[in-house]
């Protein structure tokens, strides 16, 4: 992947200083079009960019997974070459290192010194596998519980689709799983995923797994396509509207107007939106809300919890004069839900105007971007 977008420049700034009142309108005129039609061209950028990121990162990770590999082997390989053949009624101590009968692989006694009488490869009590990186086990079905304690192999397939909330596997050990199709890994305390946020499989997605006394601890994922796994969980929402459509009309001094909310951009986040309402699972939460309006004199926006009729944020003050001019409201700020909730974007205008919640730029081919709003889960 290259980055192959390039930036328009920007046309000649106008200088009150040096031009004419009809030169510095054009300029600035010219200079608003300019800037407009840049954004597209900036975001086509910033996806490449990403794009590019998501491959370098994905680069990283299968270098990483193969480093760990071979450092696992090799000390694998040392604590094999003097294992014994495991005898039953034999008394083993913490360490000792034996090859099962059943199938030839080494097992490290975890367990404080005892006698063992079932073979190690059916007592995932007291041994855990080693000797057998690189090795591929039988394929294991989905389940609400996998258990890789029992895995024959420490690379290993899970077939199906059944949702999968808690994976065993034995303290200190490590696996990799491949999935042949798609399903949910549901985080929690028996299933820790990276950026604690559920993940979606699709085929041959790889992650490695290892044992921890908190549970299951996932410590690398990569998906097939070479696309990020997953970061802080997002949410992006806004109004879209067609091109030559204006914000609408503002209400003077009603402090309940609802600015409209229509268009789900991103949700990693399990949110959902209908009907203006956003709605948000319990979690600590931080925001970003951008709110425009026109010709209003005072405005003001806040973030509303319509569940519990309360104000969570009171957004900036803005004075976009009567006279023409255009200013956004901002909501920024951290907060935390005990429970669901759902949440609107209420804005107080001191002037009705006809456009006062925003007005159409009417570029050709080009929809009208008006409240936004995003949200990270940060707990």
């Not at 082997?73 to 014994?84: I, Q």
């Not at 004075?319 to 429970?339: M, N, R």
């Amino acid at each position: 992947m290259t980055i192959t977008q390039v930036i328009t420049a920007l046309p000649a700034v106008p200088d009150p200083a040096t031009d004419t009142p009809a030169t510095f309108s054009a300029k600035a005129a010219a200079s608003v079009l300019a800037q407009k039609a840049m954004t597209p061209e900036l975001n086509t950028w910033a996806t490449q960019a990403n794009a590019l990121a998501v491959e370098v990162g994905a680069d990283a990770d299968a270098a990483a997974d193969q480093a760990a590999l071979a450092v696992s082997s090799a000390a694998a390989a040392v604590s094999a070459s003097t294992a014994a053949l495991w005898v039953t009624g034999t008394t083993y101590a913490l360490g000792v290192t034996v090859i099962a009968p059943s199938n030839m692989q080494g097992y490290r006694k975890k367990t404080a010194s005892s006698v063992s009488s079932i073979d190690p490869a059916s007592d995932a009590t007291n041994w855990t596998i080693v000797g057998m990186y690189g090795v591929k086990g039988a394929n294991i079905a989905s389940a609400a519980t996998v258990n890789l304690s029992t895995a024959t192999g420490d690379y290993i397939h899970i077939t199906g689709t059944t949702t999968i909330t808690t994976i065993t596997i034995p303290i200190g050990a490590e696996r990799t799983v491949i999935f042949d199709g798609a399903l949910t890994l549901t985080h929690g305390a028996a299933l820790l995923l990276p950026g604690a946020a559920n993940i979606v499989t699709a085929a041959n997605d790889r992650m490695i797994v290892r044992g921890d006394t908190t549970g299951a601890i996932v410590t690398s994922y990569t998906k097939s396509t070479g696309a990020a796994t997953a970061g802080t969980p997002y949410l992006h929402v806004r109004e879209e509207q067609a091109s030559g459509t204006n914000g609408g009309t503002s209400v003077a001094a009603d402090i309940t107007q609802t600015r409209v909310l229509n268009t789900v951009k991103t949700n990693t986040i399990g949110a959902s939106l209908a009907s203006n309402t956003i709605t948000l699972l319990a979690g600590t939460y931080q925001c970003r809300i951008r709110v425009p309006s026109y010709s209003t004199n005072t405005t003001k926006a806040f973030l509303y919890n319509s569940s519990d009729a309360s104000y969570i944020f009171v957004g900036s003050n803005s004075y976009p004069a009567a006279s023409g001019a255009c200013c956004d409201s901002f909501i920024v700020g951290q907060f935390t839900l005990a429970t669901t909730k759902n949440l609107t974007v209420r804005h107080w205008t001191g002037a009705a105007f006809t456009n006062g919640l925003g007005v159409a730029t009417s570029i050709s081919g080009q929809i009208e971007v008006y409240t936004e709003a995003e949200f990270w889960k940060v707990a």
